[in-house]
């Protein structure tokens, strides 16, 4: 059997709170590109017995359609499931020193804000979930198969 490569994965989802309002911008060849941060929470019980909570702060970056749609349906407060992968980045600040940052690249977003629906003024405020699913069209799913890391006998070995 030839050697087997391993496959390269790099998946995420996490779901959390927008910290800020998210950040619009377009790059210089008009390419839409949206920055947020979420709050993510674990809730654990400690040595004690106690309830604790932790939160883990995440920076998110969407680009293209699934960006516009941030900028359109995302505020501060607003709570989001995001699923994407891992991505590092390096650049050089102001005052001349290099930084870096991890940050998930999203491939779809489900927004999960909650609004109130009133049909008539008169009965019960009813809370409804507003659950959309934005995706970036520039992601193509069906590269995401192992089989490209198989040769042909290893292919006919799993079938």
Known sequence: MADL???EIN???VAGNLTKDP???ETTNKTPVVNFSIASNRKYK???NQWQEDVCYVGIVAWNKLAESCRDKLKK?????VDGELQSRNWKSDDG???SIVEIKARRIQ???KRLANSDNNGPVIEEEDLVIAEDDSVDYTEDSFDKFLSN???????
């Not at 407060?77 to 499931?81: D, R, T």
């Not at 006998?153 to 079938?159: G, H, P």
């Open 11 to 13: 998946y995420i989802i």
């Open 5 to 7: 490569k391993m496959p």
């Open 77 to 81: 407060g607003s709570a989001v499931l």
């Open 97 to 99: 020193h290099s930084r």
């Open 23 to 25: 950040i619009f911008r």
């Open 46 to 48: 400690d040595s004690t």
């Open 153 to 159: 006998e290893e292919s006919d070995l799993i079938k």
């Open 111 to 113: 927004f999960l804000n």
